[in-house]
């Protein structure tokens, strides 16, 4: 057996002395955190096990750590550096992080005041004397990330999580017949193959997504997750389909399709010398 072990730093821009409920606040925040993100790879961490040693008032800095086995605390090392190092968009919810987790790590910042913030870093290996990596959280990110996430609006159904985004990635197989024509869709984020399921009016706008083989799509839709944190398993409601993050405002031969179109515009002169006319007026 050996220890998990996180170092914790609540940093502060003034010189004031620091409150002692936001500071006992933030610590119990951040061993919801840590005990959520736990169970997301299988652990039951004991909250009356984790320890606090090595304060420092100058900060204040402290390490907190909990026994764990070795294969454990590298799969959970893992895991909290993946949340922590993250930002919130809708592809987060759809690449292995579970969504609750992660807003248990933005609570972290609900009981501290602003310009403070928290800094935790993981210690890998048991000869490290600091952590590689630190990551940072203050209230007005924590509080710009929430309300992000409560502009999704995911809601539960029958098949899982469901939400409105986009995936981004290249076209693997078209199925145009039968009774849910889709296209997969190698998605970037995940390595994954999504089935992404369109309505017959976008038929035209895939058929163009094939003028070049390696195109990358852009797909947008309700995306499907059978269970927060886990990665996307289809697409229904495609309303999108671009080869650009932006769709094409026209294809090639789009501007032939005017000509002929107004035959008397030009009351028998030539197109040169209607503009010619049109110049000198």
């Known amino acids: 057996m050996a220890n998990i ?37 299988g652990l ?3 909250t009356s096990k984790w320890y606090a040693v090595k304060f420092k008032s100058s900060d204040p800095t402290y390490d907190i750590y909990q ?25 987060l919810l759809g690449n292995g992080i579970n969504l ?19 800094s935790l870093g993981v210690y890998r290996g048991k000869a490290a004397k600091k952590p ?28 899982g999580l469901k939400y409105h985004g986009e995936i981004q990635g290249i076209i693997w197989n078209w199925h145009k017949e039968g009774d849910k024509p889709h296209i997969e869709v190698k998605d970037f984020n995940t390595g994954k193959l999504v089935k992404c399921y369109y309505a017959d ?15 990358i799509v852009f ?35 789009d501007l032939d399709k005017f000509f002929g179109c107004a035959p008397g515009l030009t009351k028998g002169l030539s197109a040169r010398e209607y503009i010619e006319r049109m110049r000198d007026e």
């Open 5 to 41: 072990k996180i170092q914790v730093r609540y940093i502060k821009e003034s010189e004031a002395p620091i409150s002692m409920i936001n500071f006992i606040g933030a610590a119990e925040k951040i061993i919801e955190f840590l005990n959520q993100a736990g169970q997301d790879v």
């Open 44 to 46: 039951k961490l004991d």
């Open 132 to 159: 590689a990596k630190q990551f940072e959280l203050d209230k007005e990110r924590a509080e710009s990330e929430s309300e992000k996430i409560n502009s999704i609006k995911a809601v539960k159904g029958k098949e």
């Open 100 to 118: 609750e987790t992660y807003k248990k790590y933005l609570e972290i910042a609900k009981p501290i005041g602003f310009g403070e913030r928290i």
């Open 67 to 91: 026994e764990l086995g070795e294969e454990q605390i590298d799969k959970y090392s893992n895991i909290l550096e993946k949340i922590m190092g993250c930002r919130f968009s809708v592809q």
């Open 219 to 253: 797909v947008q839709g309700e995306i499907v997750i059978e269970h927060p944190g886990g990665l996307i398993e289809k697409m229904e409601n495609v309303d999108t389909v671009s080869i650009n993050k932006y769709a094409k405002l026209h294809r090639d031969g």
């Open 201 to 215: 009016k976008l038929y035209e706008d895939i058929f163009y997504l094939f003028e070049i083989r390696k195109n």
